[in-house]
C-alpha cells in the first residue's frame, strides 16, 4: 500500500470517526464542547502558497475541512465569525521531524546468554518494527509548545537506536481525538551505536554502516525468501525474523527511509547506502550542506533542515582587543557560525525542496530563526515553503495539507503581522478544523516562560541519562532526594570492570537557580577516578558535561522519569 | 598551496560539483635536483619531468612549455613517503565489539578534514595506510589513502588502484578487550588462534552455500531458497581467494610463528606483520613466507608483550631479507618518518638505500602498490617530495610535497591555519599536549579502561 | 728411582686431582658463557678527539684524561701517564646529555600498573620523592645512556603537586650513587584550557572551573606558607609531611618546577610565581613561543619538550612544536630540552637535533642539553660541559650525537666506564644470524 492511499484511509477514518462523534455527543458535561464547527475569518490577508496572498480575504472553515477561501465568500448562518482585520492567514506549518509527545520506549533486558558481539536486535538498537505511536502520548506539553509555535502537522521520529523503528503522522488537534493521519509513513536511522558505551555490537559508524547493509541485504533475501515460499511447494519455511519483515517495506521501496545525518560527512555515509540499496532517502538534521548540494541533487534525497541555530558566542567577539593570530582565527569561527545561518538559502539556491524540522530547536525561537535565515539569504516564500508545501510533499501529504485550498484540511496560523515581522505574534492557530486562541502581549516583557517552572527547579526523583564519550554512548541512573535544603543522591554507570553497571554515592550536590553540579567517584582497576558533573537543569531535562579530569569531558542528557503512582 | 586555496575556495563558492570532482593530476619540472630514486640508485644534479600526474622522464637538460618549473639545486628529491599503518584522517578507528569484524570498512568513516593529514605532507608523506585497530582478532577492511587534502571528500583521498587489505591482531589487545573486557573468547593467545581458524572455517562453508546456491539457480524451474548474507564471511572467503593482504599487528614471536602457520595451512600468502617488535626472533621464517614486517623503529615496553624487543629490529629484518618498512601508527610519528627511518642507521648501520626504502618501496610492496608509487622511475605516479638536506639528516625540513604532481605542501607559502573547518560554537580552541586520536587502540581503550587509565603515552 | 718417579708421578697425578676436584666447581661455573662486563672505575686517557667543551669551545686533535670520577686535564698532548689509553682518532668527546625530565627507572612496563612508580594518589603529595622509587637496574637505564643521555631528572607526575623530582645519573645500584645533586617540587598548574577534542565543556564551564583550580592551588599555598611561618617562630606543629615539604619550597629552600602549557595559563602561572616570590622553573611550556616576550622578561628557565609532538592546536603551523625551543632562546629565555618519556629517553638528542634545524641552531640545542640544563640546576659547577676539574660525565661518538647515523662509541659517568651494552644490543647479537636458522617444512 504507498503511503498516500494509507493516508488517505486514515483520514477516511478520521472523517467517519469525527461524524459519528458529531451525532452521538448529545452533551458535553464539562462545557468544553464547541458549539459550532464552522468557522468564518474575515478581512484578513491571507496567504494560501508561498507567493499567493489574497488582501481582505475570507476563509471559511466547515467540519475540518476549508470549505471556501477568497474574497467573496458567503458565511453560513451558523459560522462563528472571527474579525480578521489586521491579521494575516498562513497555511498551518508542518513540522518534517518532530518528537514532540514520544517518548522513549522501555530498555529491553539483556538476556542471560548476553553476547555483547552479537547482541539481540532491540539492545543493538534495530527496532524496525516498533511504530512511534505506541510511545505517542497526544496531550503532552510539547505539543502546545509547538502549536503555540504555529505547527499543525507533524511526522513523529521514534526515539531509540540506530534504526529505533517506523514514523507516523499526526495533526495537533483536539487531544479527545487520536489525531493519526498515518502509521509507518517512513522507517528512521541514526548513526548511532549500540547501547553499552560502545561496547555492544554496532559501537561506532564502522559497525553502524556494516550492520545496516547487513539488516538491509538480509531483509531483501528474507522478502525473496517468503515469496518464493507462498508460491511454490517443497521450500523450506522461512524463519520469521521481525527486523526483516518491518524492513519489506522499505526493501520494497514502498516507504522511504529517514536518515538523521548531522553534517557532510554523514550526509556522505547516508548517501552511499542510499547508492548501494537504492531506497528512497529524506535526510535530516543536516548542515554543512554547501559541500554536498549536487550529491544531494544527483541522488534525489529530500531535505530536513533543522529550526535550531546554535548561539553566537563570536560575532560580537572584541577584535580590536585580540592578536593579529586570534583575529584571524576569531573571523573563521564567525565565518562558521555565518555558514549555519546560510544552510537555508544554500539549499534553496541548489534548488533542493527542503522543508523544516523541530528536532533539536525550542519552540520559543521559531519566529527568530526564521528571521535570521532569511536575513542571511532564505527567501520568504522558501522560508513559508519550508514549513509548509515542501515539508507536505515531504510527508506525501500534499493532497489535504501545506496550502489553504478549497477541500484541503483546516489547519491554518493566524498572526498578527507578516511571517517575517519582528512585532508579529501568533494570535490564533486552527488545526483539524480546531481553534487555538493565544494571548497577545503588548510589547516589551517578551521573555516568555520556556517551561511552567521558574524559580527553583525540582531536582529530586529518578533520572536516566546518557553521555556519549569518544567511545560511544554510556547511560545510567541517577537517585535524587531532597533533605532539607541540601540533596543526596545515588548515580549508576556502566562498571568499568565490566559486566553491568556500578554505582557511586553523588557528592557536593549543588543546585543555584537551574545551574547543577556535582561529582562522584569511579573505581576503575584499582585506580579511583573522580567525575565531575555539571549542567542546566530545564523541567525534566538535564543538560551538561561529565568530566574525566585530564581524559576529557563529555556531553550528558539526563531525562526525569515519571513517577510512579 | 595556491591550489589548495582554490579547491578551498571553489568548494564554498559554488558547493562540490561531483562532475569536477576527478582527483586532481598536475604537471611539474623540476631541475637540478640530487635525485635519491631508491630503486635505481642516486642521480646527481637530475631533472625529473611530471606531466599530469605520471613521471614522464628523468634526466639531464629537461625542458618542458606551460609547466611550472621548479630550481631544486641543491636539494633532495625522494619519493613520497608511504606510511603502512596509520590512523590518520579516520573517524572512528575500532569497532571493538566482536572478534571478527572484517565487514566493516574504513573507506566508510574517512575524515577528510584531519588536519594530520597537511601534518603528514609537511612531513613528506604521500601515502598512508588507514587502519582498522587492533580490539580484534579480524578487525575491518582497510583504506589506503594519497593526502590530497583540501577537498572535503573522502572520495577525493582514496587510492582507487591499490590493493584490498584488512587488519588482524593477535595478542594482548584483541584478549584484553573481548576475554578480559567482554568475558567472550579470545581470552589468551590459544584462543586467538581458534578464532581465525574458526572464521576461515566458517567462511569457507558460506562460499560453498552460496554457490551450491548460485548452481542451482541455473537449473530450470528451480527455486532455491537463498542463504543469509554475510560481508564479515564475504570478506574472509575473499582473504583465502588471495583477493585482500593481511595487515596483522603483532609483537611477540610465537603470536607471529602461529599465524605464519594458519596462513599457511589456509594457502594463504598475501600477509604482513605489523609492528611485529619480535618479528627478529623469527625474521628467516618471515622472509620466506610473508610479505614483510612493519615495525616501529624504536618503540618497545610501554606494554609487556613489548619488553623483549630491541630498536635494532628493523636491521635485523632486513639483513634477513624479510621486506620491512617503518610506519607510524601515530598522528605525531606520521610527521616525521624520514627520521624515524633515520634510526634504522643508528641502531643496526644501514646503509642510505636500504634506510630509505624502509619508508618508501618497501612499504608499497606491502601495500600492493610498489609498480605505481614508493620509488622515482618514469612511469610511475608522481608522488614526490623536496629536502633541504639529506632526508636522512635530522636537520633535514621538507619543502615542498607533491601528489600526482600537484604540489599540497610548500614550506615557503605555508599559512597559519590549515584547517579546512572550524566549529562555529567553541570560542576556545583545544590544546593538544598528547597525540591521541591516531592510535591503534583509539577508542577501544578509553571505553576498556573505562573512566580509564588510558592515556600515559603510548599504546599500540 | 724409578720407583721414585712412580712415585712423584703418583703424588702428582694426587696433587693433580685434589685440586681438580677443588676446581670442580669452578668448572661447573664456567659452563656460563660469555664475560660480564661491569662499569669500571680508574684513570683513562680519550686521546687524538675533536673536544666539542660546549663552553670552551672546540678542541681538535684532543685528549680528555679521567682519573677519580673527575676530568683531571683537557687539551693537546696530554701524557698517559698509567692511564689506559683509548684512541678516539676521528671521533668526537661531548659532555654528557641531560634529559631534564623523564620517568626513566620510575617506570619498567607502563601498561602494568604494578611498574608505574611515578604517580601517588592525592592531589597534594609534593612529599613523594622520586628518588626513592627509581630502579637502578631498570633495563631502561643501559639503553638510554648509551645514546649519551647520562643524566635524567626523575619527575613524578599525577596531581596537583605530584610529588619531588630528582636529578640522577645514569649509573650505580643505589638511590645515593645515582643521586646527582638537584631536588624540586613539581606543581601542575591548573590548566584553563580546552583539554583536546574529547574537552565538551562550555566555554564556560572552562573559565569556571579553571577559577576554582586556582582558588584551590591558592588555599593550599597559603597553608604552606602560614606552615612555614609558624615553624619560623619555633612552633610546635602536628604531622604535616605534605606543608612540610612545600614549606621548602616557601623557604627558598627547594625550587618549584611549574609545569604549564597553554599560552594564558603561563601567562597566570608568571603572575602566580611573582606574586608568590618563589624559585621556579617552567616546564612544558608548549606555547611559549606566543608568549616568549614575556617569559624572558621574567628570567625564568624553561624546561621544555618533547619537540618531537605535535601542535598544541589544530590552527598553528605543522612546525609549532619544532620551533617554540628557537623561538623562545631567540626571545632571550634560559631553554632547557627535555623528552618527557620514558623508555625512549634515549630520544632525547633528536628532539634537540629537531629543535636545532627548527631555528634553534646546533649550538643553543647542544647547550639545551648540556650546560643550561646544569645551570638551571646549579650543578655547573660539576656537569654540563667538559672542563678541567669536572664530573667525569661524558662521551665519544663517531660525530654529532643528533645525527641518526652518528653511533656513539665510549660513555663515562662519574668517571666509570659503562659497558657499551644493554638488552637491545645483545639481542642485536643474538639474532642478527640466528641458529638455528629456517628449517625448510
Given at each position: ?565 | ?460 | ?420 651494552s644493554n638488552r637491545h644490543i645483545k639481542l642485536y647479537q643474538e639474532f642478527l644470524e640466528r641458529s638455528p636458522g629456517l628449517k625448510e617444512n
Open positions: 500500500m504507498s503511503p498516500n492511499i494509507k493516508v488517505f484511509k486514515s483520514i477516511l477514518v478520521l472523517v467517519l470517526f469525527l461524524t459519528f462523534q458529531y451525532t452521538m455527543a448529545q452533551s458535553d458535561p464539562s462545557g468544553e464542547k464547541r458549539v459550532t464547527g464552522t468557522i468564518a475569518i474575515k478581512n484578513a490577508t491571507i496567504t494560501t502558497a508561498p507567493g499567493k496572498t489574497i488582501q481582505n480575504g475570507t476563509i471559511l472553515i466547515k467540519n475540518g475541512l476549508i470549505e471556501a477561501v477568497g474574497t467573496n465568500v458567503i458565511i453560513p448562518k451558523e459560522a462563528q465569525v472571527i474579525l480578521g482585520d489586521s491579521l494575516f492567514i498562513y497555511p498551518g506549518f508542518i513540522d518534517g521531524a518532530s518528537t514532540a509527545g514520544v517518548s522513549k520506549p522501555a530498555e529491553p533486558e539483556k538476556p542471560s546468554d548476553f553476547n555483547p558481539a552479537n547482541p539481540p536486535d532491540d539492545i543493538a538498537g534495530i527496532t524496525p518494527w516498533r511504530n512511534v505511536i505506541d510511545n505517542y502520548d497526544n496531550k503532552n506539553n510539547q505539543i502546545y509548545d509547538w502549536r503555540k509555535s504555529g505547527f499543525t502537522i507533524a511526522q513523529l521520529i521514534p526515539e531509540g537506536g540506530m534504526i529505533p523503528g517506523k514514523t507516523a503522522i499526526v495533526v495537533f488537534g483536539n487531544p479527545s481525538s487520536a489525531n493519526i493521519l498515518a502509521q509507518n509513513s517512513a522507517l528512521v536511522v541514526k548513526f548511532q551505536g549500540a547501547r553499552g558505551g560502545g561496547r555492544v555490537y554496532p559501537g561506532t559508524p564502522l559497525g553502524i554502516m556494516a550492520k545496516f547493509r547487513d539488516v538491509y541485504k538480509n531483509a531483501e533475501l528474507a522478502s525473496r525468501h517468503s515469496k518464493l515460499f507462498a508460491s511454490n511447494a517443497g521450500l523450506n519455511r522461512p524463519e520469521i525474523n521481525k527486523t526483516y519483515e518491518a524492513m519489506y517495506p522499505v526493501v520494497d521501496k514502498n516507504i522511504p527511509v529517514i536518515f538523521e545525518a548531522n553534517d557532510d560527512i554523514e550526509i556522505r555515509r547516508a548517501l552511499s547506502l542510499q547508492k548501494e540499496n537504492g531506497f528512497r532517502l529524506i535526510l535530516s538534521g543536516v548542515s554543512n550542506v554547501e559541500k554536498v548540494t549536487s550529491e544531494i541533487k544527483a541522488a534525489n534525497a529530500q531535505v530536513l533542515l533543522s529550526l535550531k541555530l546554535p548561539d553566537d558566542k563570536v560575532t560580537k567577539a572584541k577584535m580590536e582587543e585580540l592578536s593579529e593570530e586570534m583575529k584571524a582565527r576569531t573571523k573563521r569561527i564567525q565565518d562558521a557560525y555565518a555558514s549555519i545561518l546560510k544552510q537555508a538559502s544554500i539549499l534553496e539556491a541548489a534548488g533542493i525542496p527542503f522543508g523544516f524540522t523541530s528536532m533539536g530547536a525550542k519552540s520559543g525561537d521559531t519566529f527568530k530563526n526564521l528571521r535570521l535565515m532569511v536575513e542571511n539569504g532564505l527567501t520568504e516564500n522558501t522560508a513559508l515553503a519550508a514549513l509548509t508545501i515542501n515539508n507536505a510533499n515531504i510527508l506525501g501529504i500534499q493532497k489535504f495539507a501545506g496550502t489553504l485550498e478549497k477541500g484541503k484540511s483546516a489547519n491554518m496560523v493566524i498572526l498578527t503581522g507578516p511571517l517575517l515581522d519582528g512585532e508579529t505574534q501568533v494570535k490564533h492557530v486552527v488545526a483539524d478544523g480546531f481553534m487555538f486562541d493565544y494571548e497577545i502581549k503588548t510589547k516589551k516583557n517578551g521573555t516568555d516562560e520556556k517551561n511552567g517552572n521558574n524559580g527553583s527547579v525540582p531536582l529530586d526523583g529518578f533520572w536516566d541519562y546518557t553521555s556519549d564519550t569518544p567511545a560511544g554512548s554510556s547511560s545510567g541512573t541517577m537517585e535524587i532526594k531532597k533533605e532539607g535544603d541540601s540533596y543526596k543522591g545515588t548515580i549508576t554507570y556502566d562498571n568499568p570492570g565490566g559486566g553491568g553497571k556500578a554505582s557511586s554515592e553523588m557528592k557536593n550536590i549543588s543546585l543555584s537557580g537551574s545551574a547543577l553540579s556535582f561529582s562522584f567517584d569511579v573505581d576503575a582497576g584499582g585506580m579511583s577516578l573522580v567525575v565531575n558533573v555539571s549542567g542546566e537543569v530545564s523541567g525534566d531535562q538535564i543538560s551538561g558535561n561529565l568530566s574525566l579530569s585530564e581524559y576529557g569531558s563529555f556531553p550528558m542528557n539526563a531525562t526525569k522519569k515519571p513517577k510512579l503512582f | 598551496m595556491k591550489k589548495i586555496i582554490y579547491i578551498i575556495a571553489a568548494v564554498m563558492v559554488m558547493g562540490w560539483n561531483p562532475a569536477n570532482s576527478q582527483t586532481q593530476k598536475g604537471s611539474v619540472l623540476i631541475k637540478n635536483a640530487t635525485v635519491l630514486t631508491v630503486t635505481k640508485g642516486i642521480l646527481e644534479d637530475t631533472d625529473v619531468l611530471v606531466e599530469n600526474g605520471i613521471i614522464k622522464k628523468i634526466g639531464k637538460g629537461l625542458t618542458a612549455s606551460n609547466v611550472t618549473t621548479i630550481d631544486a639545486k641543491g636539494k633532495y628529491l625522494m619519493p613520497g613517503i608511504i606510511d603502512a599503518h596509520s590512523h590518520v584522517a579516520l573517524d572512528a578507528v575500532n569497532e571493538g565489539t566482536a572478534p571478527i569484524t572484517s565487514e566493516v570498512r574504513m573507506a566508510d568513516v574517512i575524515d577528510p578534514y584531519d588536519i594530520g593529514l597537511y601534518r603528514a605532507l609537511a612531513g613528506g608523506v604521500t601515502v598512508s595506510h588507514a587502519m582498522h585497530g587492533s580490539a580484534n582478532a579480524i578487525g575491518g577492511q582497510n583504506i589506503t589513502l594519497k593526502h590530497r587534502y583540501g577537498s572535503g571528500i573522502p572520495d577525493d583521498l582514496i587510492m582507487k588502484d591499490a590493493a584490498r587489505t584488512i587488519k588482524f591482531a593477535l595478542g594482548e589487545n584483541p584478549t584484553r578487550v573481548h576475554g578480559r573486557g567482554n568475558g567472550i573468547q579470545p581470552k589468551s593467545r590459544m584462543g586467538v588462534e581458534a578464532v581465525i581458524r574458526n572464521g576461515f572455517n566458517e567462511a569457507i562453508q558460506y562460499k560453498k552455500s552460496w554457490e551450491t546456491y548460485d548452481n542451482s539457480l541455473k537449473v530450470k524451474g528451480a527455486t532455491p531458497v537463498p542463504p543469509k548474507y554475510s560481508e564479515r564471511l564475504q570478506t574472509l572467503a575473499e582473504i583465502l581467494d588471495g583477493k585482500i593482504i593481511i595487515h596483522c599487528h603483532s609483537y611477540r614471536a610465537d603470536e607471529i610463528y602461529m599465524l605464519i602457520i594458519v596462513c599457511r595451512e589456509f594457502g594463504i600468502t598475501k600477509i604482513v606483520f605489523s609492528h611485529v617488535n619480535e618479528g627478529f626472533k623469527v625474521a628467516p621464517e618471515l622472509a620466506a613466507y610473508t610479505m614483510g614486517a612493519s615495525v616501529f623503529a624504536d618503540w618497545w615496553a610501554y606494554k609487556f608483550e613489548v619488553y623483549y624487543s630491541t630498536a635494532y629490529n628493523a636491521a635485523i629484518l632486513t639483513q634477513n631479507g624479510v621486506i620491512t618498512s617503518i610506519n607510524s601508527d601515530s598522528g605525531e610519528l606520521i610527521r616525521h618518518l624520514y627520521h624515524e627511518a633515520g634510526k634504522a642507521q643508528r641502531y643496526g648501520e644501514l646503509t642510505d638505500e636500504q634506510t630509505l626504502a624502509l619508508i618508501t618501496i618497501n612499504p608499497a610492496k606491502q601495500l600492493g602498490i610498489a609498480d605505481k608509487v614508493g620509488s622515482i622511475e618514469e612511469g610511475k605516479q608522481a608522488d614526490l617530495v623536496i629536502f633541504d638536506e639529506h632526508p636522512l639528516s635530522v636537520y633535514a625540513i621538507p619543502q615542498m610535497t607533491f601528489v600526482d604532481g600537484v604540489k599540497y605542501f610548500d614550506i615557503n607559502e605555508d599559512p597559519n591555519d590549515m584547517r579546512l573547518r572550524v566549529a562555529a560554537t567553541e570560542a576556545i580552541e583545544p590544546i593538544f599536549l598528547k597525540e591521541h586520536n591516531h592510535k591503534c587502540m583509539h577508542g577501544v581503550d578509553f571505553l576498556f579502561s573505562n573512566f580509564g587509565r588510558s592515556l600515559f603515552d603510548h599504546e599500540h | 728411582m724409578e720407583d721414585q718417579n712412580i712415585l712423584k708421578m703418583k703424588k702428582i697425578n694426587q696433587i693433580i686431582f685434589t685440586v681438580a676436584l677443588l676446581v670442580l666447581p669452578l668448572l661447573a661455573k664456567a659452563q656460563f658463557d660469555g664475560e660480564f662486563i661491569k662499569p669500571r672505575n680508574g684513570r683513562f686517557l680519550l686521546q687524538n678527539a675533536t673536544i666539542v667543551t660546549v663552553t670552551k669551545g672546540k678542541i681538535e686533535n684532543g685528549s680528555v684524561l679521567i682519573s677519580n670520577g673527575k676530568i683531571e686535564a683537557v687539551g693537546k698532548n696530554i701524557p698517559a701517564g698509567d692511564a689506559e689509553v683509548i684512541d678516539c682518532t676521528g671521533n668526537y668527546i661531548y659532555p654528557g646529555m641531560f634529559d631534564s625530565g623523564s620517568r626513566l627507572g620510575l617506570v619498567e612496563v607502563n601498561s602494568v600498573q604494578e611498574t608505574q612508580d611515578y604517580v601517588e594518589i592525592g592531589l597534594v603529595t609534593p612529599n613523594m620523592q622520586a628518588i626513592v622509587a627509581v630502579n637502578p637496574n631498570s633495563i631502561a637505564i643501559p639503553v638510554t645512556r648509551v645514546s649519551g643521555v647520562t643524566t635524567t631528572l626523575a619527575t613524578p607526575s599525577g596531581g596537583l603537586f605530584p610529588g619531588t623530582a630528582a636529578l640522577i645519573n645514569l649509573n650505580g645500584y643505589t638511590a645515593d650513587q645515582m643521586y646527582a645533586g638537584f631536588k624540586g617540587v613539581v606543581l601542575n598548574f591548573p590548566s584553563s584550557a580546552r583539554r583536546s577534542t574529547w574537552d565538551r565543556r562550555s566555554d564556560e564551564d572552562i573559565k569556571k572551573e579553571a577559577e576554582k583550580a586556582e582558588k584551590a592551588l591558592n588555599e593550599i599555598w597559603d597553608r604552606a606558607v602560614t606552615f612555614h611561618q609558624l615553624k619560623q617562630a619555633d612552633a610546635i606543629l602536628d604531622y604535616y609531611p605534605e606543608m612540610e615539604q612545600l614549606a621548602k619550597v616557601v623557604a627558598g629552600e627547594l625550587p618549584l618546577l611549574v609545569e604549564v602549557n597553554a599560552a594564558s595559563d603561563i601567562l597566570l602561572a608568571l603572575e602566580w610565581i611573582q606574586a608568590k616570590k618563589v624559585k621556579a622553573i617552567l616546564t612544558g611550556v608548549a606555547e611559549g613561543w606566543r608568549v616568549a616576550d614575556k617569559i624572558a622578561a621574567s628570567k625564568i628557565p624553561v624546561i621544555t619538550g618533547p619537540i618531537l609532538s605535535i601542535p598544541t592546536r589544530n590552527s598553528d603551523r605543522f612546525d609549532a612544536s619544532y620551533t617554540n625551543p628557537g623561538k623562545m632562546a631567540k626571545a632571550g629565555v634560559k631553554v632547557v630540552i627535555r623528552s618527557n618519556d620514558a623508555e625512549n629517553t634515549r630520544n632525547l638528542p633528536f628532539n634537540a637535533g629537531f629543535a636545532a634545524a627548527y631555528g634553534m641552531g646546533k649550538e643553543e640545542a647542544l647547550k639545551a642539553v648540556t650546560i643550561n640544563a646544569a645551570e638551571v640546576f646549579g650543578v655547573a659547577d660539576r656537569m654540563g660541559s667538559i672542563e678541567q676539574g669536572k664530573d667525569a660525565t661524558l662521551f665519544v661518538s663517531t660525530g654529532d650525537p643528533f645525527e641518526t647515523k652518528t653511533q656513539i662509541r665510549h660513555v663515562f659517568i662519574d668517571g666509570y666506564r659503562v659497558p657499551m
